[in-house]
């Protein structure tokens, strides 16, 4: 349909404006960390909603709040201070195919991990930002997340890696959360290890339908390398920020049905 790149970057510049407003914020996963005003909590609520984003957006916002109400709506709180008891209300815990061994095993990683580190940005650049692309990144957590001992093989597949060629949306999404800065409020902008430009775009159905239709997209199959396709053409649109785009490509494929 769109076959020059002006008249692309003009119909995605258009739509940046439009979606990544705080109005995107109620009916979307991002509205559970935007309950919390607390660094940590803002990581840790942030990652379960990006984890669970699989299905319908409103019963993954209910059952994130039901997660985070088993938590005290506190959950660095409750991941470093629970006590054995405390985790006995989170049996039964399930979304899709992730359920309470799961969710038992990642808090359990959290506590180590929060114990010794104060941001969870270190899990994915390393304590030197040894780790420099995000393929290395997301690779590094992956292994860091299982390397304790008695991991679930079962919960490996809730954390995506490039390694498996995943094209790791829901991460992806999770870093952009995190990451991108800007002054439209959805995002947060706590970390700054990592920048803008090393973001991957997150892509869902609606995002690779877009994408595709738009010519952003020529490889088939979704993997990260298709991920990596699609960022480096936005890379041409805005190359400090190119993942901002990832609110037209979205907006357009689930409000305006592109």
Request: net charge neutral; glycine share 4%; charged share 25%.
């Amino acid at each position: 349909m769109y076959k020059d790149l002006s008249s692309i970057k003009a119909l995605l510049d258009d739509r940046v404006e439009k979606y990544n407003q705080p109005a995107f914020i109620p009916n979307d996963p991002v509205s559970i960390p935007h309950r919390f005003s607390k660094k940590q909590d803002i990581e840790i609520s942030g990652f379960f909603a990006a984890i669970l984003a699989w299905g319908q957006r409103k019963t993954i916002i209910n059952n994130c709040l039901k997660l985070m109400d088993l938590m005290d709506n506190a959950p660095h709180a409750f991941i470093l201070h629970h006590q054995e008891q405390d985790l006995q209300r989170l049996l039964g815990f399930k979304h899709r195919t992730f359920n309470d061994t799961d969710l038992l095993y990642l808090i359990y990683f959290f506590q180590q991990y929060y114990r010794q580190h104060d941001t969870l940005e270190t899990a994915f650049t390393g304590k030197q930002n040894e780790y420099k692309t995000q393929k290395e990144r997301l690779e590094h957590f992956h292994n860091l997340v299982f390397s304790l001992e008695d991991a679930p093989q079962r919960t490996r597949k809730h954390i995506a890696t490039p390694a498996r060629n995943s094209a790791c949306k829901r991460l992806n999404m999770y870093l952009r959360w995190m990451v991108r800065k800007d002054n439209a409020g959805v995002d947060f902008g706590l970390w700054d290890t990592m920048q803008m430009s090393d973001l991957v775009c997150p892509c869902d159905v609606h995002v690779e339908r877009v994408a595709r239709r738009l010519g952003l997209i020529t490889r088939k199959g979704m993997d990260w390398e298709t991920a990596a396709e699609l960022t480096n053409h936005l890379k041409a649109f805005d190359p400090q920020d190119p993942v901002k785009y990832d609110y037209a490509l979205f907006g357009l494929g689930i409000e305006e049905k592109f």
